[in-house]
């Protein structure tokens, strides 16, 4: 199993809805091709990690790629994980326009003192540490 981390900046800051559109849609590709992670969104910056099968991971890169909505598309690191980190999770959420999509299943709060709970392996880190430079925490 392969894991892919990420990160781009949008083209412009995003609302609620347009950051509930594209979770919507990443939820149903992600289904589709046994893909799971987490996404996290801050003041234009997007961090995400992705875990599955290696060719459904460079199949949905390369649409994450190609997506008009966001612009310099790094990848950070990938390489080969013996099991999922985000085994339930077709694609969590966090924002820190969070207010409307703290209702829609698998929405993390940043601000919350268990997100990502004890797990400690170099892409929860990552996550990890992207929320707190983007005072997503406490």
């Given at each position: 199993?392969?894991?892919?981390?990420?990160?781009?900046?949008?083209?412009?800051l995003?609302?609620d809805?347009?950051?509930?559109?594209?979770?919507?849609?990443?939820?149903?590709?992600?289904n589709?091709?046994?893909?799971?992670?987490?996404?996290?969104?801050?003041?234009?910056?997007?961090?995400?990690?992705?875990?599955?099968?290696?060719?459904?991971v460079?199949?949905?890169?390369?649409?994450?790629?190609?997506?008009?909505r966001h612009?310099?598309?790094?990848?950070l690191?990938?390489g080969?994980?013996?099991q999922?980190?985000?085994?339930?999770w077709s694609?969590?959420?966090?924002?820190?326009?969070?207010?409307?999509?703290?209702?829609?299943?698998?929405?993390l709060?940043?601000?919350?003192?268990?997100?990502?709970?004890?797990?400690?392996?170099?892409?929860?880190?990552?996550?990890r540490?992207?929320?707190?430079?983007?005072?997503?925490?406490?």
């Amino acid at each position: 199993m392969e894991y892919l981390v990420y990160v781009s900046t949008a083209k412009r800051l995003m609302n609620d809805e347009e950051l509930l559109d594209i979770l919507i849609k990443a939820r149903s590709e992600n289904n589709a091709h046994s893909i799971t992670g987490m996404l996290l969104y801050s003041q234009g910056t997007f961090i995400q990690v992705l875990e599955g099968e290696k060719e459904n991971v460079d199949r949905i890169f390369k649409k994450i790629e190609s997506d008009t909505r966001h612009k310099n598309v790094i990848k950070l690191m990938n390489g080969v994980i013996n099991q999922r980190n985000f085994p339930d999770w077709s694609m969590a959420f966090a924002s820190v326009n969070s207010e409307i999509l703290q209702s829609f299943e698998g929405f993390l709060d940043p601000a919350d003192p268990s997100f990502l709970g004890s797990n400690n392996d170099t892409t929860t880190n990552m996550l990890r540490i992207f929320a707190q430079t983007n005072n997503l925490t406490y």
